[in-house]
C-alpha cells in the first residue's frame, strides 16, 4: 500500500519541492496523460531518466500522487516524475486562477449594455386575433 508522502523539510525545503526542482532541471516532458480504467483516477506518463524507452505512470490517488518507480516506491519519497506531475498541476492551478481573476476584473469593469430590441419586437401582435399561422419558407 501506497504512503502519503511526508512534507518533512530538508534544507529549507520540502521534499516535493525538492522533486519539482530536479524536474525542472531535467526537462522531463509528460507524453500522456489519461485515467486509470479500473478505478478513474488521473494518470500521468512521465519518461524514465535511468532506463531510456520506460514510461513511468503517475496517478492521483485520494490527493496523492503515487508513482511506481525506483526512486519512489522505497521509503515514499517522492520521485522526480512526481514533481514534474506536481508542476504541471501547480501550473494549471494557476492559470485557472488567473483566469477566474482576470474574468472577474472584466465583469466588474464592463458597463452593464442594455440589450437592443428585435425590430419586430415592438409590433402589436397581442391586438391582432386573427387565426392565422405563418411560417417563412
Known amino acids: 500500500m501506497a504512503k502519503r508522502v511526508a512534507a518533512a523539510k530538508v534544507s ?8 519539482q526542482a530536479r524536474a525542472t532541471a531535467a526537462g522531463l516532458p509528460i507524453v500522456g496523460r489519461g485515467w486509470r480504467v479500473a478505478d478513474g483516477a488521473l494518470t500521468w506518463a512521465v519518461p524514465s531518466q535511468s532506463e ?3 514510461v ?3 496517478v492521483l490517488v485520494n ?3 503515487l508513482c511506481g518507480c ?3 516506491a522505497p521509503a515514499g519519497r517522492v520521485c522526480i516524475h512526481c514533481g514534474r506531475v506536481y508542476n504541471e498541476l501547480a501550473s494549471e492551478a494557476k492559470a485557472f486562477a488567473d483566469a477566474q481573476r482576470q474574468q ?3 465583469a466588474t469593469t ?3 449594455v442594455a440589450p437592443t430590441p ?3 419586437a415592438t409590433a402589436p401582435l397581442h391586438r391582432d386575433n386573427s387565426p392565422v399561422s405563418i411560417w417563412r419558407a
Open 12 to 19: 529549507g525545503q520540502t521534499a516535493i519541492e525538492r522533486a
Open 52 to 54: 531510456p524507452g520506460k
Open 56 to 58: 513511468h505512470y503517475v
Open 63 to 65: 490527493d496523492t500522487l
Open 70 to 72: 525506483k526512486g519512489c
Open 104 to 106: 472577474a476584473a472584466s
Open 110 to 112: 464592463a458597463s452593464p
Open 118 to 120: 428585435h425590430p419586430g
